[in-house]
């Protein structure tokens, strides 16, 4: 049906930038929103960034810092990670809303990639 494949996590030290990108393949017919989370060990997984149509909604905590961007020529969308604080390690994952004619509407999820911060 449709796969993300993520790429871009790493360490990186406090104040440092990260770019994550995820690429959408297969059987698409429009991608009707996309999202990323994240998930730091011991805790609930949370929405960070909501991108559907023109509006992006952001996590009050990562306001200012992060950035979420789409390519539609190339079915890629990306979040960039700026002025990095430990709190934003977790394992971060991308989700897109996707149609397509076979399945109708379904989400579709990255394998998720591990962003660490030190201190």
């Known amino acids: 049906q449709v796969q993300l494949e993520e790429s871009g996590g790493g360490l990186v030290q406090a104040g440092g930038s990260l770019r994550l990108s995820c690429a959408a393949s297969?059987?698409?017919?429009?991608?009707?929103?996309r999202a990323w989370y994240r998930q730091a060990p011991g805790k609930e997984r949370e929405l960070v960034a909501f991108?559907?149509?023109?509006?992006?909604t952001y996590l009050d905590s990562v306001k200012g810092r992060f950035t979420m961007s789409r390519d539609d020529a190339k079915n890629t969308f990306s979040l960039q990670l700026s002025s990095l604080k430990p709190e934003d390690t977790a394992v971060y994952s991308c989700?897109?809303?996707?149609?397509?004619?076979?399945?109708?509407?379904?989400?579709?999820w990255g394998q998720g990639t591990q962003v660490t911060v030190s201190s």
């Open positions: 989700k897109a809303n996707v149609y397509g004619y076979a399945y109708g509407s379904k989400d579709f």
């Open positions: 991108m559907n149509g023109g509006r992006t």
């Open positions: 297969g059987s698409i017919t429009i991608i009707n929103n």
